[in-house]
């Protein structure tokens, strides 16, 4: 009632008085108009546009260098053009890829304490613009495939394949997740040799093989450390267990180590003593890896490390310091 003459107030919102009388299907309504606003989306903005293509992902395409500088030809104007242009192409089909699986794990992220605010799962970026900015994305990555050898192109095709079978079905399963993984960082040094005619060796496969699966085992160590109280049953969509943390830690150890056995039983090698003036400098190169894979180990068991391993390397100054110190140990074997 009003507060003068009896009568009932013209104020009153009727929506409210229902909500009085039936706080049920007010709460109905409330969660129905967020869900709504939720897949509405945003005008799609610069920053928005580059939250959504996560462009700080691209660092792990710097793989695509690495055969032309393992094979000291950086310098040749040529090949360094072509691998300009097979970074441009990958990081553009991988950041078309990041899109689709934030599509596929929207509802997952929308439940987790971080990746609740990616564009998609908080709602800035619809989901008809996410499909849309996929496909363009796709299309210029395609676009710029084709200048290079055949050869090139089948790899990415391939890489696409597989990681969008990953996003859509692999990913659920125990250990499958992570050789993919692993095997994904080596497609981008065959990426960058195929692109720019260079050999990739075993020993460099054999390494990066063991290496990108103890980061990739980190990942999923640091995923599982850093997951909500409620959620430490288990990781979402995958198939771990909080009582995995130690074999995934011994694993992650374990390979990392090989990797620095791999390079160890690779300088002392035919192909390196032909490659450099002074391989007995390389030498040097394990300890300071052993040092970065041992810290790494140490700070995602900790929970330190609060998303992909790789990515924290390049924001963190002790990785920084080791990966200059190692460039610098090469230039000199050289």
Avoid at 272 to 297: E, Q
Wanted: charged letters at 15%; one cysteine or more; hydrophobic letters at 50%.
């Amino acid at each position: 009632m009003g507060k003068t003459g009896g009568q009932p107030d013209s104020c009153a919102n009727p929506a409210t008085e229902a909500g009085t009388l039936f706080p049920g299907r007010t709460l109905l309504a409330e969660r129905s108009a967020g869900q709504a606003d939720a897949f509405r989306g945003r005008t799609l903005s610069w920053r928005l546009f580059f939250r959504a293509i996560r462009p700080h992902q691209w660092a792990k395409n710097l793989l695509i260098f690495v055969p032309l500088f393992l094979s000291h030809k950086i310098f040749q104007l040529p090949l360094a053009t072509r691998a300009l242009l097979a970074f441009v192409a990958f990081s553009l089909a991988a950041s078309s890829l990041y899109i689709i699986n934030d599509l596929l794990d929207i509802e997952a992220d929308r439940n987790h304490p971080r990746k609740k605010y990616r564009p998609l799962a908080s709602g800035e970026l619809s989901i008809p613009a996410g499909l849309t900015l996929a496909a363009v994305l796709g299309a210029a990555g395609i676009f710029v495939s084709v200048r290079l050898p055949w050869s090139a192109g089948l790899l990415l095709a391939g890489y696409c394949m597989a990681s969008l079978a990953y996003s859509a079905y692999l990913k659920k399963h125990l250990f499958v997740d992570v050789v993919l993984l692993a095997a994904f960082f080596a497609v981008r040094l065959l990426f960058g040799g195929a692109a720019t005619g260079i050999e990739i060796s075993v020993w460099t496969l054999a390494f990066s093989m063991f290496l990108f699966l103890s980061l990739a085992l980190m990942k999923r160590l640091t995923e599982l450390r850093n997951a909500p109280e409620p959620s430490k049953s288990g990781l979402s969509r995958r198939g771990y267990l909080a009582e995995d943390l130690q074999p995934i830690s011994a694993l992650s150890c374990g390979s990392g180590l090989l990797s620095v056995m791999v390079l160890a039983f690779y300088i002392q090698s035919a192909e390196v003593h032909a490659l450099y003036s002074h391989p007995l400098l390389l030498w040097l190169v394990c300890p300071l890896l052993l040092y970065w894979i041992g810290r790494f180990a140490i700070l995602a068991n900790r929970g330190y490390i609060h998303h992909d391993p790789i990515v924290f390397a390049f924001n963190d100054p002790a990785s920084l310091l080791t990966g200059a110190l190692t460039l610098a140990v090469v230039l000199c074997a050289i």
